[in-house]
């Protein structure tokens, strides 16, 4: 990764309930993140009646030095979080409905996926320790830009005779004038 990017595993812990709803038989939230998880396969951490949490994927959290006023706007928010993007699965043999496809710290990035309409993006309140790392991250590539205040050009613009229409296009006369009946040919 180049000096202005920064990569960590991100273990995205996973909670399915039973759905309230009679279209969808199971609810799916995430629940937790864990900053330098293992990799991890749907490993099942807990189990109460039919809700169960997981481990479902350890997937790679990476910062660009690019998008750093996208992660100063997501740590600005009341309760700073890690957007996880999950796709429902084609594969018949699959054991469960969804895949972790990535995390990010990004709220732009996350509200692209919730546009498209493909994806599930579900939030995490971000850890502390992730904070830390994320303000730090910040503080390095962080380059504030100077506001420049646009200038007025100095061309009048209130010497263009009204009623004249286009210059480059040739007239007859007046193209604002009432038009005369075009005199019968006898």
């Known amino acids: 990764m180049p000096a202005s990017a920064l990569s960590l595993p991100l273990g995205i812990i996973l909670r399915r309930s039973p759905a309230a709803s009679r279209w969808a038989r199971w609810s799916w939230t995430v629940v937790d993140v864990v900053p330098g998880a ?21 997937v790679p959290l990476e910062f660009w030095a690019a998008d750093v006023e996208a992660y100063m706007t997501g740590l600005a928010a009341r309760v700073p979080a890690v957007y996880v993007v999950m796709r429902r699965t084609t594969d018949e ?5 969804l ?15 919730m546009d498209s309409g493909e ?3 579900d939030q995490a309140p971000m850890p502390e320790g992730l ?9 390095r590539h962080h380059e504030e830009e100077p506001f420049v205040k ?9 010497l263009a005779e009204d009623g ?20 019968a040919v006898h």
Not at 38 to 58: K, Q
Not at 93 to 97: C, G, L, Q, V
Not at 131 to 139: P, Q, Y
Not at 164 to 183: F, H, L, N, T
């Open 38 to 58: 293992a990799p991890a396969d749907w490993r099942e951490l807990r189990r109460e009646g039919e809700t169960v949490e997981y481990h479902a994927a350890t």
């Open 93 to 97: 043999d699959a054991p469960h409905e």
């Open 99 to 113: 895949e972790v496809v990535l995390a990010t710290a990004s709220p732009y990035e996350a509200q692209d996926y």
């Open 119 to 121: 994806e599930i993006v």
């Open 131 to 139: 904070v830390a790392v994320v303000r730090d991250f910040i503080e």
């Open 150 to 158: 646009r200038q007025r050009d100095r061309r009048r613009v209130d």
């Open 164 to 183: 004249k229409g286009d210059p480059r296009i040739r007239q007859m006369s007046d193209v604002y004038r009432a038009p005369r009946r075009a005199e």
